[in-house]
Structures are given as C-alpha cells and as structure tokens.
C-alpha cells in the first residue's frame, strides 16, 4: 500500500528555546517564539517477510506555534522514483499534559491521531509516541503506532503499519536531517506533483 509510506513524518519536534516576556505582565510564564524547522531524508517501508522497498525522499517544514499551542505540517513524499505526493499535518498541543491531536488527508483518506510526548522540555521535546488511525477512503480503520526521537542531528522515526484487524502490514523506518530553508524550497521547487 503506496498510502502507508505517506504516513505521519514525525510529528512534533524540539522548539527553540528564544522566549518573550509581556513587558505589561513581568509575572507571566514566558512563551517561546514561534518556529520553522526543515527536514530531509529517507522513509524505508519494511513488509513482514523482511522484504524492504527502495528509501523514498521525505522533506518537511513545520510551523510550531506555542501561543496558538499548534503544529502544521507540510510533508512532501517521494512515492516511486518520479512520483511526489503532497499533504498537510495539522495539529494542537495541550503544553500542560504534553497530548497532542492532529488530522490529515493523504490523498486515499483522512488520518486522525493522538500522541504523547515522552521526553524533553515542554515546547522543546525530544521524544514522543503516536496512533493514528484512518477515519474515512478505502483503508479506513488501518493505523500506525509511531515512537519519535529528535537530537542535534535531527528526527528518527519508528512505524508500525496495522490494518484495521490488527494484522501487522508492516514497518517504516525514517531518518531526517535537519536542513536549511532555502536548500528545503530548492529541492520542493524541483518536485513535479
């Protein structure tokens, strides 16, 4: 299933830590800026005989907005060697429980999910777990259970693809670097969707 590679590219990552204080409130908590971060790298889909297929390009920008406590998202995904598929993770954080929720369609359906945020400082975590599950399209019920880490290097993401019978499909495997945004626009400027 072409649709499982274009699953959840890790969802939330570590924030800077560049804070504001209300010059009229010298007493409130201190919310960091928002920020954009870029990601490049490789997603390997793993079927349950072992068999792997070729690493698919993954570029992400994401846009993470403590004040709005919001995530977006904009994922493109190498499908086959000339072919690019496009989609938006939209997404809220309740920084007081560290639980997020987010929703997306991939083109077959829509993606609804829920995670938690394992490690790390609020608005800056390096770990995190995820279930999303298909609402709606032809796959509706599959899902995927998600474990995300993040360091100085960048994102790695670990899959597991479920139909709605809970049959393992599979696995996926991601490695993201973090990159820079013009280097990031460059290479979507290339992509023919």
């Known amino acids: 299933m072409r649709l499982?590679?274009?699953?959840?590219?890790?969802?939330?990552?570590?924030c800077p830590t560049v804070m504001t204080v209300d010059d009229d409130d010298s007493a409130a908590e201190p919310t960091p800026e928002p920020a954009e971060q870029y990601l490049g790298?490789?997603?390997?889909?793993?079927?349950?005989?072992?068999?792997?297929?070729?690493?698919?390009?993954?570029?992400?920008?994401?846009?993470?907005?403590?004040?709005?406590?919001?995530?977006?998202?904009?994922?493109?995904?190498q499908s086959d060697p000339t072919t690019w598929d496009h989609y938006v993770i939209e997404g809220t954080i309740d920084p007081d429980t560290g639980e997020y929720t987010f929703s997306f369609f991939d083109g077959y359906g829509t993606f609804e999910g829920t995670g938690t945020m394992t490690a790390g400082e609020t608005w800056a975590w390096t770990a995190w777990n995820s279930r999303s599950v298909y609402v709606d399209g032809p796959y509706v019920g599959s899902y995927v259970l998600s474990q995300d880490t993040l360091d100085e290097a960048g994102l790695e993401a670990n899959k597991q693809v479920f139909s709605p019978d809970d049959h393992a499909e599979g696995s996926v495997y991601e490695l993201l670097e973090w990159t820079e945004a013009e280097a990031w626009q460059a290479e979507v400027d290339g992509i023919e969707l």
Do not use: K
């Open 41 to 77: 790298g490789t997603s390997v889909f793993t079927l349950p005989n072992g068999q792997e297929t070729p690493p698919a390009r993954v570029l992400i920008h994401r846009t993470l907005d403590p004040s709005e406590g919001s995530l977006v998202e904009d994922v493109y995904q």
């Open 4 to 14: 499982l590679l274009l699953l959840l590219s890790a969802l939330l990552v570590a």
